[in-house]
C-alpha cells in the first residue's frame, strides 16, 4: 500500500504524457523495488521490459512484503481472507521464474489490486476508522468479502454474476490499480 501511494505522488508530481496505466505500473515497480531493497524483503522480478517485482512470503508465512504487518496478521487470523492468499497468478508460470515454492500467487506481486486492498481493509484499524466508513458510505464495522461474487441486476433484467473485488456492507468495490484495459463510466454509486 505504502508503495502504491508514493507511486501516485510521484506520478502528479511530474507531467505523464504516455498512457496513465503504463506510468503508473513503472511508478509502482519502481517503488516497490526500492522498498524491496531498503527493508531486505525477499523478491524478484518478472520477465519482460518492465518487470514488476513480486514477493515472496517470509518463512513460516509469518510476514509478506506486499503487506502491511498488522494487515498481513489479520488475514492471517481469518480463513475466509487468507485464502484468497491461495488465488493462483494467472501468469505467474510464463512471467515469472521458477521457485521451491511452486506456483506465484496474484497477491505476491506489487501491481495485485486485491492486495492494494486487502493491505487498507483488513487493517485492524480501518474499519473502525468513522471517517473512512463515512466516505464510503458504509456502515461502520462491516466486515469486508473478498472476491465476492456479486449479483448485480443489468438493464436487460438479466444478472451479472461477476467476481467483484470486495463487498463491504452494501457496498461493491472494484479496485483497479495499472490495468490498461479498464472502462470509464460516469460516476455514481448504486447500493444493493
Excluded at 118 to 137: E, K, S, T, V
Excluded at 163 to 184: C, H, P, T, W, Y
Aim: glycine share 6%; net charge positive; proline share 4%.
Amino acid at each position: 500500500m505504502e508503495v502504491a501511494i508514493v507511486a501516485l505522488r510521484h506520478l502528479c508530481k511530474r507531467r505523464v504524457r504516455m498512457n496513465l496505466s503504463v506510468a503508473l505500473r513503472r511508478a509502482v515497480a519502481e517503488q516497490a523495488k526500492k522498498y524491496a531493497y531498503a527493508e531486505s524483503i525477499p523478491h524478484c522480478f518478472s520477465y519482460g521490459d518492465d518487470p514488476t517485482l513480486c514477493f515472496f512470503p517470509y518463512e513460516g508465512d509469518s510476514r509478506h512484503g506486499n503487506f502491511l504487518e498488522r494487515s498481513y496478521k489479520a488475514i492471517i487470523a481469518k480463513p475466509e481472507w487468507g485464502k484468497r492468499l491461495a488465488k493462483v497468478h494467472t501468469s505467474g508460470r510464463r512471467s515469472l521464474p521458477v521457485t521451491e515454492r511452486g506456483r506465484w500467487m496474484e497477491l505476491d506481486t506489487c501491481m495485485s489490486s486485491d492486495a492494494l486492498l486487502m493491505n487498507i481493509f483488513c487493517h485492524p484499524g480501518a474499519l473502525r476508522n468513522g471517517r473512512l466508513m463515512a466516505l464510503l458510505d458504509a456502515e461502520l464495522g462491516a466486515t469486508p468479502i473478498f472476491g465476492y461474487r456479486a449479483r448485480v441486476p443489468l438493464a436487460n433484467g438479466r444478472f451479472d454474476r461477476t467476481e467483484v473485488d470486495m463487498r463491504l456492507g452494501n457496498l461493491l468495490i472494484e479496485a483497479k490499480l495499472s490495468e490498461s484495459d479498464f472502462q470509464s463510466t460516469r460516476c455514481g454509486f448504486r447500493k444493493f
